[in-house]
Structures are given as C-alpha cells and as structure tokens.
C-alpha cells in the first residue's frame, strides 16, 4: 500500500492536551508510510507550527466559523477536497464545526473519524446550544473516537459505538530525575525543604485556577516555605496574578509560562494539583504520575481511567478548599519517598508508541475495508 496521507482537523496547535497527543504522535510514527497534515482554524502561527513543519508535515488553514459564516464555511471545505484527493482519511478533533467538515468529507468520499477530548460541552446556554450542534457527530463519522467512556457517552450516546483512544505520552521523557529536581529548583530559589505544588494547563475557565489558588492558600497557611508552580497561559492568566497579589501569595506563586521542556518542570514539583470543573481524560495527570509525582484532581469530573497508578487520588469538588488542603497535606505527610513510575504508565497502555502502533494499523485496516 502506497503511503498514507491523514488530514487532522484542529482548533489550533498551541499548548494543549489535545496538542500534545498529536505531537507525540507525530513525533514517533513512520513518516516514509504515513503523512499527518493539519488544517488550523487559527490564523496566527501556533506553538507547535514549526516543529510540525520541520517534520514533514503540512498546515492547512480554513475560514474562522461563526453563525454568519456557516455557508462560506462549507464552501472552503468542498473545494479543499476537490483540491486535495489524498486525504483519503480525515480525522476531526475539533467538535465544534465538525458537523460541517466531517459532512463535506463524507460527501466527499473520505473515511471520517469523530475524535472525543472532553467529557463536558460546557455549561449555561451556551454549553446547551454546542450539545445540540453536535448531536450529528453521533451519526455523522464513520468511526467514533474518545478519549474515555465518559467522554463517548457524553459526546455519543449511549447507544453508539465508540473505541477508546488512550492519550499516550513519551513516557522515557518523564521518567524521575532527581539532578533536574534540584537544578530546576535552583533555577527559581527554591529550598529543598519547601513543597512545591505544581500545574500545568491553560488558563481557562475548565482548569479551576481561581479554586487551585485557594487549595493553595490553604496549604500556605500551615506550610510558609509552600511553592506553588503554574505552567502555562491563557485568557484568565491576568485574573489569577490578581488573586494570587490579594491573597498575599506573590512571593510563593511561580508563573512558568508556556514550556516545550515541561517534562523538566515536572522534576521539580512535589505534587500535582488539577481541579478542573470538567475534563475528558488529562494528558498532564499521566505525564505527573510517570514522573512518580502524588496527584490529586475532580473526582467524577476527570475519568477514573486516569488513575494508572496509585500515586494518583480524586477529591470531590464539592469538597471545601480547606478540606482538599488537608488531605493533600496529609497523604504527602504519609507518603514513600519518590520514584520513577514511568515504566506502570507503560504497561497501563499510555505510551505513544503503543497508542501509535494500534492508529495507524486501524488507519490501514479502514482503508482496506473502504477500498
């Protein structure tokens, strides 16, 4: 079989969860057998741009989609598949227009797949009006991905099939380093007798940084030398350095920004902290637990196939910001010292290598079953 070309759609390629798996992916398939190509619905130059270009791969950007643009929308759609024939598999990981692209590529002739990453549609009128938008995807795609149950069933039904995709990380990348522990704590003034709680994500409204400032106020409040280390941007990035100035933490919270070398910011954090009001299944909470670091999100929010390991506990967000500050302390209080988990996250089926191996032979498989 000739070499396989597969057209991602994305919102953007910037830092993400969803972004992250894909440049795994990237990074360790064959490229002499399959071409992965994206079409960005941002603009501007993303993160992870140059780094998709220098591996071979292709950037395609469509129309920005709005309730006025719908038509001019599909429009760009029907000639791009007219102008590219090759992509003889699309794969849409971007739910909010998909119903548009997946049923142009349909009618196109192209195998279509539905890629789930979050188990919410949001919240209020508009999470409502996405749910409703998105309801063809149950029908839409020839096969439906997500990256856990929880995530199928609210984006499909419980009545539709949908194969469970494992957000597989470099695991080699995370393994426990303790040289790194100390230079990057060095790097910032960090004693070693501090605890340094640690996220990564953006700063948007479903990661609860607003609720992870208080935990941390907490945890402050009983442990002075406490850190507390954000990896990260976003829109809310502004309305948190507020926070953290009226709460009197300035000199206790670390802002990292965004990091291609996040894996080394791992080293230096103590434990892992990620609230979020909701989630699918966060690449980040696997990549904290393979650097063996003691893990606390939602309970019933993020999915329990995120536990690979015992190092990861859920807390319910019900639970008071106190109350969560008090069982963090108090498991790291009775915890082992640390160690290398890397090796757990393999065998629990989250390495790349393996999530890429099973892709591209479904990839080949579809095509040989379409023809």
Do not use: H, Q, S
């Given at each position: 079989m000739d070499k396989i070309h597969v057209l991602h759609v994305v919102g953007q390629m910037n830092?993400?969860?969803?972004?992250?798996?894909?440049?795994?992916?990237?990074?360790v398939i064959d490229r002499e057998k399959y071409q992965f190509d994206f079409v960005e619905q941002l603009q501007e130059e993303c993160a992870h741009?140059?780094?998709i270009l220098s591996l071979g791969s292709k950037i395609y950007r469509c129309p920005h989609i709005s309730p006025l643009t719908l038509g001019s929308y599909r429009k760009w759609w029907r000639e791009f598949f007219c102008e590219h024939p090759e992509y003889r598999i699309v794969h849409g990981h971007s739910r909010g227009s998909?119903?548009?692209?997946l049923d142009e590529a349909k009618k196109a002739g192209r195998i279509t797949i539905a890629h789930c990453h979050s188990n919410s549609h949001g919240k209020g009128i508009r999470g409502a009006a996405r749910y409703v938008w998105q309801l063809p995807l149950r029908h839409m795609g020839d096969y439906h991905f997500a990256c856990s149950n929880a995530a199928g069933v609210s984006q499909y039904g419980e009545g539709t099939a949908f194969t469970v995709i494992n957000n597989?990380?470099?695991s080699d990348r995370f393994k426990w380093n303790p040289e790194t522990h100390k230079r990057i704590r060095e790097r910032y003034g960090i004693s070693d007798d501090s605890l340094v709680v640690g996220n990564v994500a953006r700063f948007e409204l479903p990661k609860n940084h607003k609720f992870l400032i208080e935990i941390f106020g907490a945890i402050h409040k009983k442990l002075p030398n406490a850190k507390l280390m954000l990896v990260g941007s976003g829109s809310l990035e502004r309305e948190i350095r507020e926070q953290v100035e009226r709460l009197g933490l300035n000199s206790s919270v670390i802002f990292v920004g965004n990091r291609s070398d996040v894996y080394e910011y791992y080293q230096a954090m103590d434990v892992f902290l990620l609230p979020s009001l909701y989630e699918g299944l966060p690449l980040v909470s696997v990549e904290a637990q393979a650097s063996g670091l003691i893990s606390f999100t939602s309970d019933k929010v993020v999915a329990p196939e995120c536990k690979v390991t015992e190092l990861m506990h859920f807390i319910p967000l019900e639970n008071t910001h106190e109350q969560w500050a008090e069982q963090i302390m108090?498991?790291?209080k009775n915890s082992e010292p640390r160690r290398d988990h890397s090796e757990a996250v393999k065998r629990a089926g989250f390495d790349i290598g393996a999530t890429a191996e099973w892709l591209c032979g479904f990839y080949r498989?579809?095509?040989?079953k379409n023809g």
């Open positions: 830092f993400g969860g969803t972004e992250a798996f894909l440049m795994n992916l990237l990074r741009d140059k780094e998909a119903p548009i692209y597989g990380i470099l108090e498991t790291v498989k579809a095509l040989e």
